[in-house]
Nanobody, 121 residues
Framework: QVQLVESGGGLVQAGGSTRLSCTAS????????MGWFRQASGQEREFVGTIGRSGSTTYADSVKSRLTISRDNAKNMVYLQMNNLKPEDTAVYYC???????????????WGQGTQVTVSS
């Protein structure tokens, strides 16, 4: 089993930046692709981005120009840097782990509890 804990959420003004962190424990972190997903109030869960074991990244088209995912295997951590935030970025952001490189939520076996990001206008 893998346990995931997100941190770094909070309130930020439109145009600002924030960095979310996810810390993993329980299994070898480097064996997993790590994904970020988000869910806004009343909306479906949405893929944000993922980073594979080799460091390859894939981003949703709606956010790719503003987001950067990175990982530090030695620290068992993955990060989501978000710049030029917009009100529509407001959502609960989830970190997830998958044995496969994928943009599909169903392939992710382990999930954190999420962290709220609120972008004010």
């Amino acid at each position: 089993q893998v346990q995931l804990v997100e941190s770094g959420g909070g309130l930020v003004q439109a145009g600002g930046s924030t960095r979310l962190s996810c810390t993993a424990s329980g299994r070898t972190f480097s064996n997993y692709a790590m994904g970020w997903f988000r869910q806004a109030s009343g909306q479906e869960r949405e893929f944000v981005g993922t980073i594979g074991r080799s460091g390859s990244t894939t981003y949703a088209d709606s956010v790719k120009s503003r987001l950067t995912i990175s990982r530090d295997n030695a620290k068992n951590m993955v990060y989501l840097q978000m710049n030029n935030l917009k009100p529509e970025d407001t959502a609960v952001y989830y970190c997830a782990a998958s044995p496969y490189y994928s943009i599909r939520a169903t392939t992710y076996d382990y999930w954190g509890q999420g962290t709220q990001v609120t972008v004010s206008s």
